[in-house]
């Protein structure tokens, strides 16, 4: 029942499964498409090998493809540096929660000065 005090029908699977698609999509950098869009392109790429007589379609497939290859390099150093980022602020957290907490180096110092007392 929800707050009206109707019934709600149950969630199908198919809405389970969108909930996670979605949560999934969330979660995923941009590169990840890009990457998985690395295999089409190259496939597509392809004609450039039968382009045997025009060298400026040649040229033109080949431009594309570099800077399509020049877009995902650009995004996995863009991603590279945002994780970098996050994981110094995460151990810059961690250690004001730990050994940053001022009660908790003097707790810490307490038991040190109790067990050398005990030698």
């Known amino acids: 029942m929800d707050s009206s005090g109707e019934d709600r029908p149950m969630p ?24 998985l ?11 450039m090998l039968l ?11 080949l ?3 570099f800077v399509f290859f020049g877009v995902v390099a650009l995004r996995a ?10 994981r110094i602020r995460d151990e810059r957290r961690t250690f004001q929660e730990t050994l940053g907490a001022e009660d908790f180096t003097r707790k810490l110092g307490d038991r040190i000065g109790r067990g050398r007392k005990e030698w």
């Open 12 to 35: 199908s699977l198919g809405a389970y499964l969108w909930k996670a698609f979605r949560e999934a999509h969330a979660r995923r950098p941009a590169s990840f498409y890009l990457l």
């Open 37 to 47: 869009c690395i295999p089409l392109v190259m496939l597509l790429g392809l004609k």
């Open 51 to 61: 382009v045997t007589e025009s060298p400026k379609q040649f040229a033109f497939i």
């Open 63 to 65: 431009s594309l493809m």
């Open 77 to 86: 150093l863009v991603d590279a540096f945002e994780i970098i980022r996050k």
